[in-house]
Antibody, heavy 118, light 107 residues
Framework: EVQLVESGGGLVQPGASLKLSCVAS????????MSWVRQTPGKTMEWIGD????????NYAPSLKNRFTISRDNAKSTLYLQMSNVRSEDTATYYC???????????WGQGASVTVSS | DVQMTQSPSNLAASPGESVSINCKAS??????LAWYQQKPGKANKLLIY???TLQSGTPSRFSGSGSGTDFTLTIRNLEPEDFGLYYC?????????FGAGTKLELK
């Protein structure tokens, strides 16, 4: 069974950094592009970015490119999202997803909740 | 960025009825439109991709149509488990973008 389990969320102060992790199981992690998507409290979904199966290439939403970094460790079947200089508008549930076919998302984690507040 | 306009934002229906959800792209996205279902306590589920291709495991009462800028998700003969939140997403060009969502509620 394909599983994606995010961790690392919580309450963080504005301006701080936070690193989310997503552990994958049930498939060969190193064969797949992966991505991060977030959902605001108002239920708006936003694509954050993605990473090639070997970690050699990443793409980002332009509005987040300067503060968010996606990486992966294929030996650990783990995807990461490094968030820096967080703002209140980064408050959201963060999902890792697996790409299928032409970059649609056929597997989602349960999400990690991040709240940015002082 | 490609803007995705999804309608309606809310939809109330009864089991056995048929409903349609629309998604309009601000520019042509060819056929590359996906539909997802979100339900509390469950992982989001890919229902349809490339406009009309059913993902493995998606019941046949779901169907997708459209190309270019206008797309529709139709659910026929609604089952109780179909109620939830639905999103469209264009997977044609970066940055990938989502519609605002449609909440399908029990009437």
């Amino acid at each position: 069974e394909v599983q994606l389990v995010e961790s690392g969320g919580g309450l963080v102060q504005p301006g701080a950094s936070l690193k989310l992790s997503c552990v994958a199981s049930g498939f060969t992690f190193s064969d797949y592009w992966m991505s991060w998507v977030r959902q605001t409290p108002g239920k708006t979904m936003e694509w954050i970015g993605d990473i090639k199966y070997d970690g050699s290439y990443t793409n980002y939403a332009p509005s987040l490119k300067n503060r968010f970094t996606i990486s992966r460790d294929n030996a650990k079947s783990t995807l990461y999202l490094q968030m820096s200089n967080v703002r209140s508008e980064d408050t959201a549930t963060y999902y890792c997803t697996r790409y299928y076919g032409y970059n649609c998302m056929d597997a989602w984690g349960q999400g990690a909740s991040v709240t940015v507040s002082s | 960025d490609v803007q995705m306009t999804q309608s309606p934002s809310n939809l109330a229906a009864s089991p056995g009825e048929s409903v349609s959800i629309n998604c309009k792209a601000s520019k042509s996205i060819s056929k590359y439109l996906a539909w997802y279902q979100q339900k509390p306590g469950k992982a989001n589920k890919l229902l349809i991709y490339s406009g009309s291709t059913l993902q493995s495991g998606t019941p046949s009462r779901f169907s997708g149509s459209g190309s270019g800028t206008d797309f529709t998700l139709t659910i026929r003969n609604l089952e109780p488990e179909d109620f939830g939140l639905y999103y469209c997403q264009q997977h044609n060009e970066y940055p990938y973008t989502f519609g605002a969502g449609t909440k399908l509620e029990l009437k």
